[in-house]
């Protein structure tokens, strides 16, 4: 497995041609507009971008990767705040009529909407580094009306941590690659499956609970509203 993946990542390396054209052509902007545009709810492979850029800097070194992370946490700051406004104009009525594209679902919009209630601030950090979440986290704060102050911190918090350190891991990653191998190597495959893998497993385990929960607190929410509508005024 670990081989599979240090030739995967050698593969990328030799294709560092394909990267600097790219970013020779347009510089860090194409790293800091795509990481913004995915941020905002386009499908675009920004994390796949920020590794590759941040490859090509470790082992070319034609880019500064103090740059690349700065240009990405800007893009995912700006991006953030964009699709926060989106969703806070716009409501839930963007998602419900394009979401089913790309899985949000009605049962998982709810769940959105619940954990977001419950758990706002958390739900906008830690979706920065779940995929499908980092996509849609900033529409769906700003369709829950969640405070913009609070929503800043965290999402400040959260761009910087994921931009910042997939860039920087990664450089590193780019520089000392040729010295992982042996026991050590195999070690933190190991360990790195395994921590994948228990998250996959405790997000399946426990969407159906939130998902359940999220459905009860929306009848309850429901019910009291149906009884304040009843009281005389």
Known sequence: MFRHILYRIRTLLHLTHI????????GYGVIGVTVMFESMGL?????SLIIGASLYAGSTHHLEIRWIALAAVL????????????GHHFGYSILQKHGKKVGL???????GRYLF????????FFGRF???LRVFVAILAGANRMPWHSFLIFNAMGGICWAGGYAFVTYELGQQIEKISGPVGIIMAVLGVCCLLGAF??????EKRLTEEAMKHAEAEEKKDNSRQKKPA
């Open 105 to 111: 679902t009605e049962e998982r919009l709810m769940l």
């Open 43 to 47: 499908p675009l492979p920004a994390e």
């Open 201 to 206: 497993l405790f997000l399946k385990k426990n």
């Open 117 to 124: 209630r419950k758990h706002g601030g958390i739900v906008v």
């Open 19 to 26: 990267l600097d054209q790219l970013l020779r052509q347009y």
């Open 130 to 132: 779940i995929a499908v």
């Open 75 to 86: 893009g995912a700051i700006m991006g953030d705040n964009i699709g926060y406004l989106l």
